[in-house]
């Protein structure tokens, strides 16, 4: 089976969320999304940056977070959705386990 990656340039992600591209520059300064590439002409974007950039832009408008403080922000809710998966597995395991 054959799995396809999509990616959008710097050029193509601000076409599609209708940004600059020196505020896309800004973001990944500040840690929000990590592009693969060296050099902004060389960046590439995969569709899990764009929903974070979407999310942080709506935390950002919604709540006032700066910018500067989104990436802790977002961090943050990573780790609780990670933690928060890895509960629901072991919370499977020790019922198998009590059921046996």
């Excluded at 935390?59 to 990670?82: C, K, N, P």
Aim: hydrophobic share 40%.
């Amino acid at each position: 089976m054959t799995e396809y990656t999509i990616t959008l340039s710097l050029k193509d992600l601000c076409q599609q969320l209708q940004l600059t591209e020196s505020f896309c520059i800004e973001l990944v300064e500040y840690g929000i999304v990590s592009p693969g590439g060296d050099q902004p002409a060389e960046w590439s974007f995969n569709l899990d940056m764009v929903c974070m950039i979407q999310r942080a832009m709506r935390l950002h408008s919604d709540l006032g977070i700066d910018w500067a403080d989104l990436a802790i922000v977002m961090e943050l809710i990573e780790e609780r959705e990670r933690l928060r998966t890895e509960n629901q597995a072991l919370r499977q395991q020790l019922a198998r386990f009590l059921e046996d």
